[in-house]
């Protein structure tokens, strides 16, 4: 069984109401509980908060026990070195997520705070990104292709 966390950052509270041409018209708390139902031997847990400071609690809470941490940090990915330099100040490693293809999008998007100190980054692929975080770190991660 692995432990895994879901952080999303600012505004995603608002998924199936906010933008849904871009990010979809399914409330996240819907969409976790499917996937948790597609992963049942394993502990999926989910934190969201708007505040910079409660996301980096938040990774130094979970960044030394948990398996593996997915974070779409929203906004502040192309704004925060805090969250960068708290994604590296912990042994879990970390799967930068964004629900839509930020590279196809507004130029100040292209650029990421966060990647350089993730494990790997998924976009593009809707909700399915997530999904797509939990099946790397269940079968890729632990045997070290990465």
Known sequence: MKKIQIINGPNLN?????????????????????????????DIRYFQSNCEGALIDKIHETGFTADGII???????????????????VETPVIEVHISNVHAREAFRHKSMISAACKGVIAGFGLDSYRLAVEAFITVIPNDYL
């Open 14 to 42: 608002l998924l199936g109401k906010r933008e849904p041409a871009v990010y979809g018209n399914l409330d996240f708390e819907v969409y976790i509980e499917r996937l948790r139902s597609s992963f049942p031997n394993d």
């Open 71 to 89: 974070l779409n940090a929203g906004g502040y990915t192309h704004t925060s070195v805090a969250l960068c330099d708290a994604i590296k100040a």
